[in-house]
T-cell receptor
């Protein structure tokens, strides 16, 4: 069935270091891959997304890469700051199913001083 | 531009009661989707509405229902509440109903069942 695996579940980095979160998906027809950041008491915030016709997209300190052959995509955060601490979710749509988006299980990122 | 607005932010109910949650999408967005978020199951899709019609439905019992109004505002209703319905209920809006349409979430309604 539809599945999005996300790793790691927790990630601790020092301020200024880079953080990488990886996701794999099962439906080769999926063509849109968003990333969300969820802070305590808030809803998920869309921070970046990528479509299957590109391999990489960058927005300031965050970037997403996509490997359609291997069916995985990754979020890269450079020069991490304390305000980057949050739970990050990847997601993918699965064609032919009812679900609008299937989410990964989340990565809790902690940026320490 | 105002974001997605969900009301109320918090609700406490008892088993057997019913509850209605409200969602106002971003202006111009016509698709509204609802998700349930729990620590054990994560984010799970409930249903999507577009042009006042339910387009998709997730794997939830019939106690969970929804509707959309002509101004794209949406409500979801849960009847005969169970303890396991305690969760954060999130609404997301997007311009259209395509699978590649960016979805923007509200801050949710935290529902607690006693």
């Amino acid at each position: 069935g539809e599945n999005v695996e996300q790793h790691p579940s927790t990630l601790s980095v020092q301020e200024g270091d880079s953080a990488v979160i990886k996701c794999t998906y099962s439906d080769s027809a999926s063509n849109y891959f968003p990333w969300y950041k969820q802070e305590l008491g808030k809803g998920p915030q869309l921070i970046i997304d990528i479509r299957s016709n590109v391999g990489e997209k960058k927005d300031q300190r965050i970037a997403v890469t996509l490997n359609k052959t291997a069916k995985h995509f990754s979020l890269h955060i450079t020069e991490t700051q304390p305000e980057d601490s949050a739970v990050y979710f990847c997601a993918a749509p699965f064609t032919g199913t009812a679900s609008k988006l299937t989410f990964g299980t989340g990565t809790r990122l902690q940026v320490t001083l | 531009k105002a974001g997605v607005t969900q009301t109320p932010r918090y609700l406490i109910k008892t088993r057997g009661q019913q509850v209605t949650l409200s969602c106002s999408p971003i202006s111009g967005h016509r698709s509204v989707s609802w998700y349930q978020q729990t620590p054990g199951q994560g984010l799970q899709f409930l249903f999507e509405y577009f042009s006042e019609t339910q387009r998709n439905k997730g794997n939830f019992p019939g106690r969970f229902s929804g509707r959309q109004f002509s101004n794209s505002r949406s409500e979801m209703n849960v009847s005969t509440l169970e303890l396991g319905d305690s969760a954060l209920y999130l609404c997301a809006s997007s311009p259209g109903t395509g699978l590649d349409q960016p979805q923007h979430f509200g801050d949710g309604t935290r529902l607690s069942i006693l």
